[in-house]
């Protein structure tokens, strides 16, 4: 075996309800080949080597964030870890909670990607925060070392819970509800600052008559957090799933969830889990909300049960560190490139899957126009590309197979996608140089740019984002998948 290495810089950026944390991370690049093989890479080691302080998430108003503030941060931290913009390689930002509901919160995210680096992916949505967070606490790798037990990591922030389970390193489902700490902002006295819309209904529901400007107690503070945590842990553990509880569902909700065997609570909320014993209302509202009120209820419900709770890793930066450290993938080293224009973001996936058989049928032309056609009505077609397309399932091409699949792509980009002059394919398996050598002579004139690359793993319904192309001809790639429940 000949392994040879090589590090890139990733970056993690977390816009949250309350707070804002960045992370730097360095990514070792590994290609192990024998004599016989063609190579292959992977990322073997991820070190995290810088992390910011935790800020509060800048905001001018209620419903809208202060970007040239979290732009400074930006600045600011940047110069603290020693990095410029052409040392980022790839990374995520990740924008959470109820921030992600802000009136120009999609802006901010853009705007921060292309603020950011050569190459970061702005991404959101509570199945991947729930993942991310996952794997950023240490949930991931604990559910590797107790094999067949499920293992739920709950990251719960400023706006909302999101739990993660794992089952042997495998993410089996996710689900997150609108429960986190700055959904009520209290002054020192007790009078209510604000609060998340979202939120209301539930609060009429279970009669706390709460509104902008009112003074509340500390009892009654504690009965809402309270019944919080007996509606968050309810559901988890399939104990309880009442009318209330479905008013804190943020879609798509699971039918069903796996029975919990160990606990994690990551996030803010989980930070203060650590420490919540007794405290005087002006010590619960030292945040300005009610987080470590609901710290002290959910540490004090998980006491009285009987489940097995263990502390994770990392808490207030478990969601940072799965953006920084877990998003990227590596292409094999068959790539092919005609006039790549890089980075390319957020291109969503059409999945064509190949039976080796129908290498040889009739039905192979149907079957890529189907998806085709499948992909022009899901995506805009102001787009280009419009969407990828990924080959999976073929084990061996052989040269007639492959002239084959170049014709058939070649038609249904003419019938189809006459005006599209930007191409990409990934290939499951090893291929993509092959594949991109001949279809580029038969797209010759027709399309701007051809990327075809290989060895990545992806599902349908994902998006991905390809960098620039490394010295050694590997092109880092983040898939960003959106993970839903399946029966345990």
């Known amino acids: 075996m000949h392994e040879t290495n090589e590090w890139i810089t990733s970056l993690g950026i977390d816009l949250g309800t309350s707070t804002t944390k960045f992370i730097v991370s360095r990514l070792q690049i590994s290609k192990v080949s024998s004599a016989f093989s063609l190579p292959s890479y992977k990322i073997t080691k991820r070190l995290c080597t810088y992390k910011s302080q935790i800020y509060s998430t800048p905001l001018i108003d209620d419903e809208t964030i202060d970007y040239t503030n979290i732009a400074k941060i930006l600045e600011r931290e940047y110069e603290e870890a020693g990095i410029t913009l052409d040392d980022v390689h790839t990374g995520a930002v990740i924008i959470t909670g109820e921030t992600a509901n802000k009136k120009n919160a999609r802006i901010v995210v853009n705007q921060l990607a292309e603020r950011a680096g050569d190459f970061v992916v702005a991404t959101a949505g509570a199945e991947l925060e729930s993942l991310l967070a996952g794997k950023g606490s240490g949930a991931q790798d604990f559910s590797i070392q107790t ?213 040889e049928s009739d039905q192979l032309d149907h079957i890529f126009s189907e998806t085709i056609k499948k992909g022009l009505s899901f995506h805009s077609m102001g787009l280009d590309p419009a969407f990828a397309l990924y080959l999976s399932g073929i084990d061996y091409c052989s040269y007639e197979k492959l002239k084959k699949i170049v014709n058939i792509l070649e038609n249904i980009y003419s019938q189809y996608l006459p005006n599209q002059k930007n191409v990409v394919i990934i290939c499951q398996n090893d291929m993509a140089k092959a594949l991109g050598h001949a279809l580029s002579i038969r797209l010759n004139g027709k399309v701007y740019s051809l990327i075809c690359i290989d060895q990545i793993n992806m599902k349908h319904g994902d998006y991905i984002d390809i960098g620039q192309p490394l010295p050694s001809s590997i092109i880092p790639v983040i898939v960003k998948t959106l993970v839903f429940t399946s029966d345990a």
């Open 147 to 359: 094999p067949n037990q499920v293992v739920a990591n709950i990251d719960i922030g400023g706006g909302t819970a999101n739990t993660a389970f794992f089952l042997n390193g495998e993410c089996i489902g996710t689900a997150t509800l609108r429960i986190g700490g700055r959904l009520i902002r209290l002054n020192p006295a007790g009078f209510v600052k604000g609060m998340a819309d979202s939120f209301k209904p539930w609060l009429e529901e279970n009669g706390f008559l709460v509104k902008k400007g009112d003074q509340i107690s500390f009892e009654r503070i504690k009965q809402i957090t309270d019944e919080m945590a007996k509606n968050l842990i309810g559901y988890l553990a399939q104990s309880s799933n009442d009318e209330h509880t479905q008013l804190l569902y943020i879609d798509p909700m699971p039918q069903s969830l796996p029975t919990v065997h160990t606990w994690m609570f990551s996030g803010g909320v989980g930070e203060l889990m650590k420490n919540s014993e007794r405290m005087t209302l002006e010590e619960g509202t030292r945040y300005g909300d009610i987080g470590p009120f609901l710290a002290t209820s959910l540490n004090q419900l998980m006491k009285r049960s009987s489940f097995n709770v263990l502390s994770p890793k990392q808490t207030v930066r478990a969601t940072v560190i799965g953006a920084g450290t877990q998003t990227t993938e590596i292409s094999g080293s068959t790539v092919f490139i005609q006039n790549g224009n890089f980075p390319i973001r957020n291109v969503p996936v059409e999945k064509v899957h190949i039976q080796n058989e129908e290498l």
